[in-house]
């Protein structure tokens, strides 16, 4: 039974600017304590496993504390909402589904009512701390210029409003404030809203209803509602001169490796931090413009976009000229970027969809059975440390123009423990897996696969295990 926690109340009045909070939303949580595992993925976790409540900010005199926004119609007996430190808490007066077709049963993630941000999302830094130095302050700008228009941001795009607008895969990043320890080294909620009202009160940044405000903290600082401990990053919603906007906190993962990095020690642009704290930013900024109030895209349980995926990377990993690892190329950077969920095909975690693509649902079809005598889609089974390609363009209504697959990945029978990864055959393995699997036990998973480009539609799957593994593969949609 998923235990309730106490939601952070964030609201208060500042000396020059009132910044009202008006929605609380999920946070990244902390990375499993294992990293990456030994198959390249990390496991997925949106929990912290911590049984204590988390605490609620302090609200100023005369600004109760706010939640979620009420309900417009509220689900009959209540539901688990987001909040905003790593879990769900649950609302008597949480909003409804408010339609039938989103449900978990179809993409895992429902649409409840609110708001959605359309248009350009504009992005802020806010460097909290001492940043002297810091090649950071580089690498994170040209993290923002180059996510709009990125098959990784394009991810978004799969989300609605209740009037059927999408997201647009547009980003653009509107400059850098810095900020030298005006709240001291021990920040609470209520002092990282007060950076951001200094930041736009004196200036440095506009007042923008389309930003999404950073507050990024050096390594020294600490955010003592939970950074660490509960969450590595976390989101909301303020009130500022009656101009709603977003802002988010992420701090510098050098303070904690272990706890809010995938890969402790992993640089692919030199920086531990920077490169860290890309892949919690990516998380929030993906939840940000999916569920801004906290009262739009969310699972039951009160999962965002991000926890859905948290600490999970994809088997499109490859190596870097420094030796590190990555899954994400933006301008002339790599990054290695947690996935988000796709809200088309059933729902899987995705680290980018093709540009200009469109999803067309199939009726669900067998592509691939190993089971079945041997073919070219059939038997016989995986063997041990095998490299197998299938052409799958022209079965099961599957154009030669599709770019990529919904599909469900189960294991049969397998021998021993190990996993399977599937990729394009004219692309490089990332070395990581698409399933996870453990001796004698058939696992099903979901996935948005990439095809081949060349008409094909081939694909290579490695069997990563000592043993034979059956392999089942079924198709529900496509995109191109």
């Given at each position: 039974m998923k235990k309730q926690y106490l939601a952070a109340a964030r609201g208060a009045l500042y000396a020059g600017a009132c910044l009202l909070a008006i929605a609380t939303a999920r946070a990244?949580?902390?990375a499993p304590a294992s990293g990456v595992t030994a198959s390249g993925v990390a496991a997925s976790s949106s929990s912290t496993g911590k049984a204590a409540a988390v605490p609620a900010a302090p609200s100023a005199p005369g600004f109760p504390g706010t939640g979620a926004p009420a309900a417009t119609g509220a689900q009959p007996g209540g539901a688990w909402v987001p909040d905003g430190k790593g879990h769900g808490v649950f609302r008597p007066d949480a909003p409804r589904i408010l339609r039938p077709g989103d449900t978990v049963a179809d993409n895992g993630i429902s649409y409840h009512g609110g708001p959605i941000m359309l248009g350009t999302t504009h992005v802020y830094f806010i460097f909290y701390g001492n940043w002297t130095g810091d090649t950071a302050t580089t690498i994170l700008p040209d993290w923002a210029k180059y996510l709009g228009g990125s098959d990784r941001y394009n991810v978004n795009t799969t989300y609605t409003d209740g009037s059927n607008h999408s997201i647009s895969n547009s980003v653009t990043y509107g400059g850098a404030a810095f900020d030298n320890?005006?709240?001291g080294t021990m920040l609470d909620d209520t002092a990282v809203a007060a950076v951001v009202s200094t930041a736009i009160g004196t200036n440095a940044l506009p007042l923008d209803h389309n930003g999404v405000?950073?507050?990024l903290t050096s390594a020294d600082v600490n955010e003592t509602t939970g950074f660490c401990t509960t969450y590595c990053g976390w989101h909301t919603a303020g009130l500022l001169s009656n101009v709603v906007i977003q802002y988010a906190f992420v701090g510098n993962t050098l303070a904690c490796p272990n706890s809010c990095e995938g890969a402790p020690g992993n640089d692919p642009n030199g920086?531990?931090?920077?490169?860290g704290m890309a892949s919690i930013m990516a998380h929030e900024l993906d939840e940000?413009?999916?569920d801004p109030q906290a009262d739009a895209w969310y699972d039951s349980s009160g999962n965002e976009v991000g926890d859905l995926?948290?600490?999970?990377?994809?088997?499109s990993i490859y190596t870097t000229a420094n030796g590190s690892i990555a899954n994400v190329h933006l301008g002339?950077?790599?990054?290695l970027l947690q996935e988000e969920w796709i809200n088309a095909g059933g729902g899987s975690c995705s680290n980018g969809l093709p540009q200009l693509t469109r999803f067309f649902s199939v009726t669900p079809c067998r592509l691939i059975d190993t089971r079945n005598p041997p073919g070219p889609t059939g038997g016989p089974s995986l063997l041990a440390s095998q490299t197998r390609t299938f052409a799958l363009a022209g079965a099961c209504g599957i154009p030669a123009t599709a770019k990529a697959l919904s599909v469900n990945v189960t294991t049969v029978a397998p021998a021993s423990a190990g996993f399977l990864t599937l990729y394009p055959t004219d692309q490089q393995t990332g070395g990581t897996s698409t399933i996870n699997f453990s001796a004698g036990r058939t696992l099903a998973n979901n996935a948005v696969l990439r095809l081949s480009?060349?008409?094909s539609g081939s694909i290579n799957v490695v069997n990563g295990s000592g043993g034979t593994v059956h392999l089942v593969l079924d198709v529900n949609g496509y995109f191109q």
């Open positions: 990244a949580t902390v320890y005006s709240q405000y950073f507050v920086n531990e931090g920077a490169d940000t413009v999916t995926c948290s600490y999970t990377y994809g088997s002339a950077r790599d990054f480009g060349e008409g």
